[in-house]
C-alpha cells in the first residue's frame, strides 16, 4: 500500500535561510507526489505536483521539489524563507488502487517555523 | 476567485448529540471529498463522491457517519452520535475530475470539538 513519511515533524529556521523539508514515499510504480501548505485554521493549498518528465518541480510562492526514484523522495526545498512561510507542510502520494482514482494519501506534515 | 465553502468553521457538541457539516465546492467541479485531520496528523480521506453517487466510502465510519450529495452539488456530513474521538477537523475539497493529479481545491475546514 501506499505511504508517506516525513521524518521531521517540527523546523525552525531563520528567516532568509535555505529550507529543505523532507518526504519518503512507498509505491510501487512511477508515483502522483504533491506538496500541500496548510496555516493555522485553513485548510490546504497545492503549492507543487509531480508526475512524470523533468524531475525537479517548480512551484507556488518561490518553492521547488526534486523527485528521487533512487531514494523514494520528494524534498521541498526553498532557497530563502519569509516570515509568511510559517506554517504546516503536507508531502502526499497519489493512490491509484481501488475505485478511488484520485485518492490522495497525505503525511503526518512538518511544522515550519521562523526565526526572525 | 471560486473557493469551497464550508459551514459552520467551528462546532462545540457534547458526546451523543449529532452533528452536522456543510460543504460547497466549487463551481463545475464534479467530485468532492471529505476528509478528518486529527491534531498532529495529516487528512485522512472518509468519503468521495464523483457528483450524487459515492465512489469511496471505505474509511468512514458508517455506524456513526453518514454523507449525503443529492443533487450533486453540496454536500453534508453528518455524525450521530458524536464521540470523544470525533473532535478534529473536518475539511472538504473539489476537484473538476476524479482523475489522478487533478487538483484538488479545499475549504477552510470545520474544527469540531466534542466534550
Known amino acids: 500500500a501506499q505511504s508517506v513519511t516525513q521524518p521531521d515533524i517540527h523546523i525552525t529556521v531563520s528567516e532568509g535561510a535555505s529550507l529543505e523539508l523532507r518526504c519518503n514515499y512507498s509505491?510501487?510504480?512511477?508515483?502522483?507526489l504533491f506538496w500541500y501548505v496548510q496555516s493555522p485554521g485553513q485548510g490546504l493549498q497545492l503549492l507543487l505536483k509531480?508526475?512524470?518528465?523533468?524531475?525537479l518541480v517548480q512551484g507556488i510562492k518561490g518553492f521547488e521539489a526534486e523527485f528521487k526514484r533512487s531514494q523514494s523522495s520528494f524534498n521541498l526545498r526553498k532557497p530563502s524563507v519569509h516570515w509568511s512561510d510559517a506554517a504546516e507542510y503536507f508531502c502526499a502520494v497519489g493512490a491509484s488502487r481501488g475505485s478511488s482514482a484520485s485518492k490522495i494519501i497525505f503525511g503526518s506534515g512538518t511544522r515550519l517555523s521562523i526565526r526572525p | 476567485e471560486a473557493e469551497v465553502a464550508q459551514s459552520p468553521r467551528y462546532k462545540i457538541t457534547e458526546k451523543s448529540q449529532a452533528v452536522a457539516f456543510w460543504c460547497d465546492p466549487i463551481s463545475g467541479h464534479a467530485t468532492l471529498y471529505w476528509y478528518r485531520q486529527i491534531l498532529g496528523q495529516g487528512p485522512e480521506l472518509l468519503v468521495q463522491f464523483q457528483d450524487e453517487s459515492v465512489v469511496d466510502d471505505s474509511q468512514l465510519p458508517k455506524d456513526r457517519f453518514s454523507a449525503e450529495r443529492l443533487k450533486g452539488v453540496d454536500s453534508t456530513l453528518k455524525i450521530q452520535p458524536a464521540e470523544l474521538g470525533d473532535s478534529a477537523m473536518y475539511l472538504c475539497?473539489?476537484?473538476?475530475?476524479?482523475?489522478?493529479?487533478?487538483?484538488?481545491?479545499f475549504g477552510p475546514g470545520t474544527r469540531l470539538t466534542v466534550l
Open positions: 509505491y510501487g510504480a512511477t508515483p502522483y
Open positions: 475539497a473539489s476537484s473538476k475530475l476524479a482523475v489522478q493529479g487533478n487538483e484538488q481545491f
Open positions: 509531480y508526475f512524470s518528465g523533468d524531475t
